[in-house]
């Protein structure tokens, strides 16, 4: 009996593309959303994967917060979901939870915000695409709705709380989309008691400081500019000795007045301003605590701004993006090493702060797809995982060997092709050449330059077999689809004026950061290849390396056959003609002599090749009088020995097929169904792992995976849940090709999913 036990080697995948999705506290801990999900991302590991994954929302997360207590510690957080609910998250011996579920809200929520009132008393402030504003409170652990506030059609874009001072009681701060920022106080009910009117388009941040017995509120919108505002108890003294009056407005909360008064105005920002934060902070020959700002905007920059000794505030420290296809920044937080931003591709820019030099250096910081991912393919000999997405690129993922004992931790380390389409499917040819698939009719391949085969081998300590002699690199010539060779010497600023497309040749020896993966780490493309009618759906590659099989959606026998090409000539050598509609995949036997397709037509065809002759004939398949599958074949995968195959439709069945001594007259012929698992949801990727006999990872559309062994009958091992597999369909299940000489017993899983996640588990198989 085998016995199986699992461990998260690698997680990667993006934050969701909308302001307020990332928080960053004090202990160096990130949570984001993504997708669905929640990602809890521990900047301080570093020789295992740092990222936890937690599942409760249906629908994409909005918004995630920390909860700080005056202390400094997070042992809760917020969610906010287009599931039309928010969370409550805390932390139990070691275990996230969801001790709370505010449901209310008649549509998704957007923003969210929390507040400790005293000891484990809190508010939430809710807001949503209802119109309504909800204030849920909880006291003495039991959590209530106390308000709705009705903004009739306006939609509230940014909230914020914060305690007035001298009363201890709280102000909420909202940003509508009538540019204004309205302040709420509570008297019985929140109402509202003042408007603060300057800016001239949507508020899309705001965040406060305490300043003494003053709140310094900053507002920042997509008119570019950000606005610092000083909220006081009101005197009638002189703003000014110089005789210089300020004007200052003054509202009535809890019996008393309060002034707000403009204290700057912040330019420097040429786009949209999504994100504003305060930090605290003190300088060696000053005791007193200062006050500084991090704004971020879609002109791809962040800013940190410092007040000067006369009290202009003056731009500090200017970082962001330069060229690469990213829109800038949805938001920035600062952290205990530095500040992270997240922008429009969710990518997270990491910053240390040199305090010394006033300077900042960029980090290494995890990443990963922010679209769903729909195929992904072991290296051949297993050193790393190439992943394409609809997010339109192709991204290379490996260990990052960190020390002479070889302790490692995996990240991104190359986005070879950034296309303008969604890309759908991958195969590997060689170590350092693939295949892709996207919403066009052409095949592309591509080839890795030198620059990268150099600095894999800085990174990861393993040498790849590639030509070193070719190009340098690649780039993407203006209003182009192509990457275009760069070779060394090449003056690119010559060849092209448009400098988005520059490429520079970098020595490496950690993973690239965001900015350097977008532009840097192209590869050329080698060879299109036309002949389908519509476009492309997969595309797979012998294990040999000799041919291509490649497929495009179809509605006809004619559009449906399955295209063979030379790798060596690219010349088409065979058109499979079998199905009626789309073919869903393709599978070559571990020996490169017989291949598998399955369809949307419910039938799946084996063809054999025979390598002397080069020639390919179908020896077998299924049709209406056989099928077992009453709906679509979605996948199918060659046992890890090659003696059989096997198909997963959305009907929920797993069929296993092998040859058997006896010839029929179907068109099964000497092939035979051995055995049937029937599941409770849509099959949708399939794997068989090294081990003897039949293993087999089976990943479904709910997001889960199952392990089943076969021998005379189906055996399930283990169920990975959606917190350790994926939350939405599985698209590809992939075993590393080989085994480790000194960890016979680990099987190392790669697996891709709807859910925007790559991942890669540990399994550890022995008998007892």
């Not at 929520?109 to 695409?129: H, K, Q, R």
């Not at 939609?155 to 001072?165: D, G, N, S, V």
């Not at 210089?244 to 008064?261: C, N, T």
Request: proline share 3%; charged share 20%; glycine share 8%.
């Amino acid at each position: 009996m085998l016995k199986i036990n699992t461990k998260q080697v690698y997680t990667s995948v993006a934050c969701n593309r909308t302001p307020e999705i990332v928080d960053w506290n004090k202990a160096g801990v990130i949570c984001y959303g993504a997708c669905n999900a929640i990602v809890i991302y521990d900047t301080k590991i570093i020789y295992k994967d740092p990222i936890t994954v937690l599942n409760h929302h249906n629908a994409r997360v909005n918004s995630v917060k920390w909860l700080t207590r005056p202390d400094g510690s997070c042992t809760e957080m917020i969610s906010a979901s287009a599931d039309k609910t928010a969370a409550i998250w805390t932390l139990v011996k070691g275990d996230w939870k969801v001790t709370s579920v505010l449901a209310g809200h008649e549509d998704g929520v957007t923003c969210i915000f929390g507040m400790y009132t005293g000891g484990n008393d809190l508010f939430v402030f809710t807001a949503s695409v209802d119109s309504t504003v909800k204030v849920w409170e909880r006291s003495n652990d039991t959590v209530f709705l106390k308000q709705t506030i009705h903004l009739n059609s306006g939609l509230c874009l940014t909230l914020h709380a914060q305690m007035l001072p001298i009363v201890s009681k709280p102000v909420l701060f909202l940003g509508l989309d009538d540019n204004k920022v309205h302040v709420f106080a509570l008297n019985g009910e929140y109402h509202r008691v003042d408007t603060l009117l300057g800016h001239e388009d949507w508020v899309r941040g705001l965040d406060t400081v305490m300043d003494d017995n003053t709140i310094l509120l900053a507002s920042c919108s997509q008119d570019t500019y950000i606005r610092v505002w000083r909220i006081q108890r009101f005197d009638d003294e002189p703003c000014s000795s110089t005789g210089i009056k300020v004007e200052r407005k003054v509202f009535e909360a809890y019996d008393i007045l309060w002034s707000v008064k403009l204290e700057a105005v912040l330019a420097g920002h040429e786009g949209w301003v999504y994100g504003v934060q305060w930090d605290v902070f003190s300088e060696k020959d000053n005791k007193q605590p200062l006050h500084r700002i991090l704004s971020s905007s879609l002109d791809k920059t962040i800013i940190l701004w410092e007040p000067e000794l006369g009290g202009a505030w003056v731009e500090k420290i200017r970082v962001g993006e330069v060229g690469g296809n990213g829109l800038g920044f949805y938001g920035s937080r600062f952290g205990p090493t530095g500040f992270l931003g997240h922008g429009y591709n969710g990518s997270l820019h990491l910053w240390t702060l040199d305090k010394e030099l006033q300077t900042c250096v960029p980090s290494v910081v995890l990443g990963g797809h922010f679209g769903a991912v729909e195929d992904m393919k072991w290296e051949p000999k297993g050193r790393y995982v190439l992943s394409v997405s609809l997010d339109q690129t192709a991204r290379i993922h490996a260990p990052w060997k960190k020390n002479m004992y070889g302790a490692y931790q995996w990240h991104e380390i190359a986005r070879p092709q950034v296309h303008g389409y969604d890309m759908c499917s991958v195969s590997m040819i060689s170590p350092t050449e693939y295949a892709s698939a996207a919403e066009e009719k052409v095949v592309r391949v591509f080839k890795a330059p030198a620059n990268f085969i150099q600095n894999f081998q800085n990174i990861t300590g393993e040498e790849l077999e590639g030509d070193t002699q070719g190009p340098e690199g690649a780039s993407v010539p203006s209003l182009g689809l192509s990457n275009k060779a760069v070779f060394s010497g090449d003056d690119m600023a010559d060849a092209d004026a448009d400098k988005d497309g520059y490429f520079v040749p970098m020595e490496m020896h950690e993973p690239p950061t965001e900015e350097t993966l977008m532009q840097n780490t192209l590869w050329p493309e080698a060879n299109k290849l036309y002949g389908h009618g519509y476009e492309v759906y997969c595309v797979e590659a012998s294990p040999d390396g000799q041919l291509l099989a490649t497929a495009c959606k179809a509605t006809t026998v004619e559009h449906a056959s399955v295209l063979i090409w030379d790798t060596k000539t690219w010349n088409q050598t065979h058109k499979l003609v079998s199905h009626q509609l789309t073919v869903t995949q393709i599978a070559f036997s571990p020996n490169s002599k017989f291949v598998v397709t399955v369809s949307r037509d419910r039938k799946w065809t084996l063809y054999q090749r025979d390598i002397e002759t080069n020639s390919i004939e179908a020896v077998a398949g299924t049709d209406k009088s056989n099928g077992v599958h009453t709906r679509i074949i979605w996948c199918c995968a060659w046992f890890y020995d090659g003696t059989g195959f096997a198909t997963g439709s959305r009907d929920g069945k797993v069929c296993l097929w092998s040859k058997t001594d006896t010839q029929t007259d179907t068109s099964l012929r000497n092939y035979a169904l051995v055995s049937k698992l029937e599941l409770q949801s849509s099959v949708t990727a399939l794997a068989f792992g090294p081990l003897p006999g039949v293993f087999a990872a089976i990943g479904l559309e709910t997001g889960v995976i199952l392990l089943y062994t076969f021998k005379d009958t189906w055996s399930l091992l283990l169920e990975m849940d959606r917190n350790a597999a994926h939350h939405l369909a599985v698209k590809r299940l992939a075993f590393k090709p080989k085994l480790d000489k000194d960890r016979k017993h680990e099987l190392i899983l790669a697996s891709c999913g709807a859910d925007n996640f790559v991942r890669v588990n540990s399994i550890i198989a022995k008998t007892v």
